[in-house]
């Protein structure tokens, strides 16, 4: 049964990949608001289209993220992509050089 190890580790690759190129876009994403970008380009757009949905869900249940002005809710995001790695990519990874 060599196909369910390898199975296994191809999703943890491939959610890894996806958790590290969001990671990125939020970077990307918080740094822009920071310069107060043109709002109908088409890549402040995407980002905006990407991220907002998220900072919203956190801002809603931990309304501590919005102080004095700053928006914290990216910082949470962050934090919960890495939590989110180490926790279940990290793990399935390893089961799957278990199973091997």
Do not use: C
């Not at 990125?24 to 994403?29: A, D, E, K, P, R």
């Amino acid at each position: 049964m060599i196909v369910l190890p390898n199975l296994m580790r191809a999703i943890a690759v491939v959610f890894y990949t996806v958790l590290n190129v969001y990671f990125w876009i939020v970077i990307i994403s918080a740094v822009l608001s920071w310069v107060r970008p043109d709002p109908y380009n088409p890549i402040v757009r995407i980002l905006r289209a990407l991220t907002e949905p998220v900072y919203y869900r956190i801002r809603k249940h931990l309304p501590f993220t919005y102080m004095a002005g700053i928006d914290f809710s990216p910082v949470v995001v962050l934090l919960i992509i890495k939590l989110i790695e180490i926790a279940v990519v990290d793990s399935l990874y390893q089961y799957a050089l278990r199973l091997a």
